[in-house]
């Protein structure tokens, strides 16, 4: 029988092991170095237990130092491309899932 602190460790290095891989891929991409930012930054706030992170927009914008309007531009970039899912959620903000492109 497997430890449930295991099985939690195990998801939550292979769910890092899978951000890092996005990351590669992001940062390795054609995208515009902002997109490449924003990902990043979006990747390194992931929470490991529901694999996703809902930071503000404006809150983005300020701790990279860019207006709202420049990462809404990036987020979109990053959605055109396939590499985020955005949960718009009325009312509460956005969830952000990383997506490889072998996610279907």
């Known amino acids: 029988m497997v430890d449930s602190n295991e099985q939690n460790g195990s998801t939550a290095a292979e769910f890092l092991q899978r951000r890092d891989m996005w990351i590669r891929w992001v940062v ?3 995208m515009g170095l902002l997109a490449k930012v924003v990902g990043v930054h979006l990747a390194m706030r992931m929470n490991v237990r529901n694999q996703s992170a809902w930071p503000n927009i404006r809150t983005i914008a300020k701790m990279l130092n860019r207006s ?34 072998t996610d279907p």
């Open 28 to 30: 390795e991409s054609d």
């Open 68 to 101: 709202s309007r420049q990462v809404t531009r990036a987020i979109s970039e990053l959605e055109n491309e396939r590499a985020l899912y955005v949960a718009r959620v009325e009312g509460k903000g956005n969830i952000y899932y990383l997506r490889l492109p």
